[in-house]
């Protein structure tokens, strides 16, 4: 079993859709989760960063993260087109230097005009 | 800043030639990764770096090996390369939780 597991998608919905993305985890002793957005051919980057469990917004984005399931979503409201693009989450746990970041295999989403 | 930045873009070699991928960046960052990328395996750590002048194994690092040159440049090298070696491959640095990659180096084995 794969530490970290996401669905691959691909994900395609309508502009302005509201769009819910989704990983589990097995390892209880991650406590720092990210979703890291990826165009075609670029490499990633961060898109957002949580601490433990809750909820953080930042704009159209909203990362929620629920320990007790294991369990983390993005959800992405008003969806445009700019935002077809890979997307992974990832996961570690406690900081430092030599701590390994696990990402998932990433979800393909398509913002159809 | 450039951030991180990977050569070359783009590379065609035969089976049982070598290979140096060339990873440099200028945030200070202690740490550096080589990951590489296939599709539906998402993104699979090959060798880390977690300060200048340490280097560790990460899931997949048979067939390569690596060298912190310095706190900015950090290399993989492929020996004999063989085609299931064939990949899209990124170094990263890091600051704390966030992980900051390079464009990415897309290397065909023949």
């Known amino acids: 079993q794969k530490e970290v597991e996401q669905d691959p998608g691909p994900l395609s919905v309508p502009e302005g859709a509201i769009v819910s993305l989704n990983c589990t985890y097995s390892?209880?002793?991650?406590?720092?989760f990210m979703w890291y957005r990826q165009y075609s051919r670029k490499g990633p980057e961060l898109l957002m960063y949580t601490y433990s469990s809750g909820n953080k917004e930042d704009g159209r984005f909203t990362a929620q993260v629920d320990k007790s399931s294991k369990y983390i979503s993005l959800f992405i409201r008003d969806s445009q087109p700019s935002d077809s693009a890979t997307y992974l989450c990832a996961m570690s746990g406690a900081y430092s230097s030599a701590s390994k970041i696990i990402f998932g295999s990433g979800t393909r989403l398509s913002i159809r005009p | 800043n450039a951030g991180v930045t990977q050569t070359p873009k783009f590379q065609v070699l035969k089976t049982g030639q070598s290979m140096t991928l060339q990873c440099a960046q200028d945030?200070?960052?202690?740490?550096m990764y080589w990951y590489r990328q296939d599709p539906g395996m998402g993104l699979r750590l090959i060798y880390y770096s977690a300060s200048e002048g340490t280097t560790d194994k990460g899931e997949v690092p048979n067939g390569y090996n690596v060298s912190r040159l310095n706190k900015r440049e950090f290399s993989l090298r492929l020996e004999s390369a063989a085609p299931s070696q064939t990949s899209v491959y990124f170094c990263a640095s890091r600051r704390q939780e966030t992980q900051y990659f390079g464009p990415g180096t897309r290397l065909l084995v023949l």
């Open positions: 945030m200070n960052h202690n740490s």
């Open positions: 390892n209880s002793a991650f406590q720092y």
